[in-house]
């Protein structure tokens, strides 16, 4: 079992940036690849970037490659989502999610999530 807490969402203007952390509670932090999804309004939830476990190799949505890192720290169990040159198209609730052993595109293959955190960007 694995519980996740999101934190640093906010409100930021356009051109800023923002580190969104994931706090995990739980045992074999290490064994669980992460992901970051994100809910804009009126849309689906969509993966946004994830992480293998030891935190060597990253997936990145094509909409904010090049804007985004993801990384890991497995001694803190934490996650990070840092996230430059932000638009108003980024505004959305994030989501930190975990998925046992190999990482994945599927939002299904995700077992454990956490609240959410908002983001919004004004432009």
């Known amino acids: 079992q694995v519980q996740l807490v999101e934190s640093g969402g906010g409100l930021v203007q356009a051109g800023g940036s923002l580190r969104l952390s994931c706090a995990a509670s739980?045992?074999?932090?290490?064994?669980?690849?992460m992901g970051w999804f994100r809910r804009a309004p009126g849309k689906e939830r969509d993966l946004v970037a994830a992480?293998?476990?030891?935190?060597?190799?990253?997936y990145y949505a094509d909409s904010v490659k090049g804007r985004f890192t993801i990384s890991r720290d497995n001694a803190a169990k934490k996650v990070f989502l840092q996230m430059n040159s932000l638009t108003p198209e980024d505004t959305a609730v994030y989501y930190c999610?975990?998925?046992?052993?190999?990482?994945?595109?599927?939002?299904?293959?995700?077992?454990?999530w956490g609240q959410g955190t908002q983001v919004t960007v004004s432009s």
């Open positions: 739980g045992r074999f932090f290490s064994t669980y690849a």
């Open positions: 992480i293998i476990r030891s935190g060597g190799d990253t």
């Open positions: 999610a975990a998925k046992w052993g190999t990482l994945r595109t599927d939002i299904n293959e995700y077992d454990y």
